[in-house]
């Protein structure tokens, strides 16, 4: 029993040092999301490249239905009440840390034989480090236009970092960011 509790203790420690993406959200106030009932996506979309659907486009608007449907809209290629799009972006990073750490000061005396002078300093040395590493970060936006009035009433942008998981399984890493931006869409999902 002990060993169960120490390993959910390490899993629940874990899960909270996981990062998410970064969410940020704009919605217009003056939008009345209960009037809308039906939904489309724009054509072209954002990530359709060169006059045909991008697999990316595909698995955005299968994440996207889910997403709406679950909020009772109801899909309508011919007449749409709101236009659902996408852009995505990847851009390469630079991360700089610099942290101080302290080093070997200069110490009174020589030490024992002249090889330990410096260890016992009577005041400490610091000494600045710096990394330098590369990311790569994915930004996607999601959209959604009033049909009638032309004009976007709510957009959520997704952030993250990528790493090799993100790429090997690029399927429910767009899934997992189009659900990530619905957390805070205006209609939440129904029961």
């Known amino acids: 029993m002990k060993k169960i509790f120490i390993a959910l203790a390490m899993a629940v420690s ?3 040092c996981a990062t998410g993406p970064s ?17 489309g996506f724009a054509q072209p979309l954002g ?6 659907q991008s697999q990316v486009s595909t698995a955005l608007m299968a994440s996207a239905r889910r997403e709406m449907e679950a909020r009772g809209f109801v899909y309508s290629a011919q007449q749409p009440q709101l236009l659902v799009n ?4 990847l851009a390469d990073r630079v991360r700089v840390n610099t942290v101080s750490e302290p080093t070997m000061g200069v110490g009174m005396g020589v ?7 410096g260890l016992y ?7 600045d480090r710096t990394t330098v590493s ?18 976007l ?39």
């Open 134 to 151: 590369e990311y790569k970060e994915g930004t996607l936006n999601v959209d959604v236009a009033d049909v009638v009035s032309k004009r």
């Open 153 to 191: 009433i709510w957009e959520g942008v997704v952030t993250k970092k990528m790493d090799s998981k993100a790429y090997e399984n690029i399927g429910a890493t767009i899934d997992s960011a189009v659900s990530a931006a619905f957390t805070k869409f205006p209609v939440s999902p129904r029961k």
């Open 86 to 89: 996408f852009n995505a972006a």
């Open 14 to 16: 874990l899960a909270g």
């Open 47 to 52: 990530t359709d490249r060169n006059g045909y």
């Open 23 to 39: 969410v940020q959200v704009m919605s217009d106030p003056q939008a009345n999301f209960a009037s809308y009932r039906t939904f």
């Open 121 to 127: 300093a009577p005041y400490p040395v610091y000494q």
């Open 111 to 117: 030490g024992y034989y002249g090889y330990r002078g």
